[in-house]
């Protein structure tokens, strides 16, 4: 079967027993926030996914491999599980140091905490304390300061859930400021509480599995919109597989190359898939990273 387009489309055929079902609201997944990271918590990164990249097996038959042509599949086989391990590593080693997002109306949190509340929280349990180890006194000179500061407490927690909104706006004007590298208008949109919803009618159509023909009829028409002629593309292939015939040492990708490249992505560039993004890669720390890496550029 020809391609009419000068796209990849990857064509797949399957047979799924699909069964429907309706939540109360949009599952929460929570994610790795880089944002919310310390400079400490970003060295434990590194440090824990060094040890994670210790343990990996490198399919070394597969990289001295020299056949530009090779078709073997037990070489696919062995890099796809290669690089199926380095992005575990890279996941799992996010998910034991890097604090991740919480949902909001469950995450019991009061904007303003750290400024406002907690210092007249632990004053108030530094006197309850000495209220208690007095014999806990109905009055006295204890028993008022005890009262005072607990009130002082929960008159701060009223205080900082009033002004609940002013806290979310210096806070996010503040990370902006110092952190100019985050999507502003990600951020605008988690303030708005404007998440994401799906249409009930695309272009007329309101059943599920009409509004999923109609999309497939555009794509269809997108991968068929540019012409071309075959018997070109298989000269231009012909002529580029005769030009490919040796291996060649210079071609080899280098620890720096791949190290100076991972310094030019953009964060928060997610795959779509398995939940790696560009932060995993920039926040790595060291070479060992671009080390592993270099050995599947290399085939």
């Not at 009409?210 to 919109?225: E, G, P, W």
């Not at 071609?251 to 560039?269: M, N, Q, R, S, W």
Request: charged content about 25%.
């Amino acid at each position: 079967m020809d391609n009419t387009s000068d796209h990849d489309p990857v064509f797949m055929q399957m047979s799924v027993v699909v069964q429907r079902f309706n939540t109360l609201g949009r599952p929460f997944a929570p994610r790795v926030a880089w944002h919310k990271a310390k400079s400490n918590e970003l060295s434990a990164y590194a440090a824990c996914l060094n040890e994670d990249l210790e343990k990996i097996n490198i399919p070394r038959h597969c990289v001295e491999c020299n056949n530009v042509n090779c078709n073997d599949d037990n070489h696919v086989y062995a890099f796809d599980e290669y690089l199926r391990n380095i992005s575990e590593a890279c996941l799992n080693s996010a998910a034991r140091s890097v604090p991740c997002t919480a949902p909001r109306s469950n995450s019991g949190r009061i904007a303003g905490w750290d400024e406002a509340v907690h210092p007249a929280r632990q004053k108030s349990l530094f006197w309850h304390n000495i209220w208690k180890d007095c014999g806990r006194p109905r009055s006295g000179y204890v028993a008022d300061i005890m009262r005072r500061t607990r009130a002082a407490y929960h008159y701060a927690i009223r205080a900082a859930r009033k002004h609940k909104q002013d806290y979310v706006n210096q806070r996010f004007a503040e990370s902006i400021l110092s952190n100019k590298t985050r999507d502003f208008w990600g951020e605008v949109k988690r303030l708005r509480h404007s998440g994401s919803t799906c249409s009930s009618s695309v272009e007329g159509f309101t059943n599920p599995g009409d509004i999923v023909d109609h999309f497939a009829s555009k794509y269809q028409s997108l991968y068929s919109s540019v012409g071309y002629n075959s018997d070109e593309l298989f000269d231009i292939r012909r002529d580029i597989d005769s030009l490919i015939t040796d291996w060649d040492d210079n071609c080899c990708v280098t620890v720096h190359e791949v190290y100076d490249a991972i310094c030019k992505l953009k964060p928060g560039k997610a795959d779509g898939n398995i939940g790696l993004s560009s932060d995993y890669f920039i926040h790595a720390g060291s070479a060992c990273l671009c080390i592993y890496l270099c050995y599947f550029l290399v085939y």
